[in-house]
């Protein structure tokens, strides 16, 4: 596991308490997936997942760019769009991830 891999799951998994806390009807689901790393990527992928809406966050931390995050707010039953946004990893905190999976999560699918 990378340190920002840790780093990473540390940050969620506070900002999933505070989610299960205060949004008792949100439930995220996360998950790490190795699938790119076998496939010969040097790349970790978390995802975050809302079962009640199907919505879904992804999160790529790519060995080459370890200083930023590439995520992306897209739906389980979908494939992911072309493009990622980019955060620095220095910017991405618990309040961030927490307020990502609360406004994402409990907005109403259009």
Known sequence: MTTQLKTLCDLVTEAHERVQLKHADIDPIVGVHHKMRDAGYAADVMTIDCLKSGKRIIVILNDDQ?????????????????????????????????????DYFARPIH
Do not use: G, H, I, R
């Open 66 to 102: 370890p200083d930023m995050v590439n995520y992306q707010f897209s739906y389980k039953d979908k494939d992911p769009a072309a493009q990622f946004e980019q955060l620095a990893f220095k910017d991405l905190s618990a309040d961030t991830l927490y307020k990502w999976m609360s």
